[in-house]
């Protein structure tokens, strides 16, 4: 298959690499200069989407991916497949899939989990969005980039999925490490904490696989200093995308809230900024009630 890739940093670079180790002809394009393994550069986004069957974007923000749009969608051939792997708000991953509509272009939204290791190694997971045809068409690729693709629903319902699961996890995060920082007080051995806590009802992803406390659980950042993994500007930025969904669609989501204002106090004023977005755990350490 042709395939163009566009936006090849830390998570588009081994995924496009994956795609040609696997055979296909890759033509890439990013804005600052890269070097992939297996993938021919292109000048321009529009170069690398020109005659190709299935385009891939891997862009940082919604607005980014509504200018690669308008650069593109008159590259593509009637007929082929846009499958944008950003995380971005679902109202410009519903906006760009009307544009290509009307140029006779399929679209899929599907964001990823699985982090850089997970790119890397090729097992990601996918929540796409877009016709049941699009789908089917893209899942050769994610077949080879990743473990599993969800069809989650027409465009837009990939990154309701993501932002949705991303709420979730920002949130047990903060009542993971809250919890710890209140154990510490009441003098409870944080190993005794994660042996009850990982097999009562309060486990959970954040308690079990990827512990907020370095020495306990499973090697997670916690175990490294609290370098990323999954950076605590990222989770803000997944974040602040549920916020502006619960706004679009009018929905109450106070506990998202909160944890976007205790993740964004973290980045911005806190020292959060580079670190994971587990490290939330020395900052409650730190701090008193009041
Ligand atoms: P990144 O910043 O490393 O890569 C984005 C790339 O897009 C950069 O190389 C940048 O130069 C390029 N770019 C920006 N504007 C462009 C344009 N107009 N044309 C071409 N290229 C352009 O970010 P990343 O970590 O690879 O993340 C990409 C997306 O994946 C984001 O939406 C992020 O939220 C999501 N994501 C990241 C992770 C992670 O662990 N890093 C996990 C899941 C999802």
Redesign the pocket.
Known sequence: MKIGF????????PMAVNLANAGHEVAG????E?SVSGVTLTGS?ADAAKDADIVIT????GQ?LR??AN?IIPAMNEGAVWVD????DVDSARAVADMALAAGVLTVDA??????GG?SAGTLTFMAGGSAEAFEKARPLFDIMGQKAVHCGDAGAGQAAKICNNMILGVTMIATCEAFALADKLGLDRQKMFDVVSTSSGYSWTMNAYCPAPGIGPQSPADNGYQ?G??AE?ML??LRLSQQAAESSDADTPMGMMATELYQQFVESEDGLGLDFSAMLPRFEKRGRN
Do not use: Q
Not at 6 to 13: D, E, F, Y
């Open positions: 566009i936006g090849l940093g830390n998570m588009g670079n394009f990013d804005m600052a890269v986004g891997m862009l940082p923000n980014i200018s690669v650069e792997c950003s995380t971005v964001p990823v989990s699985g982090g850089i790119a990323p999954f950076a990222l930025k997944d």
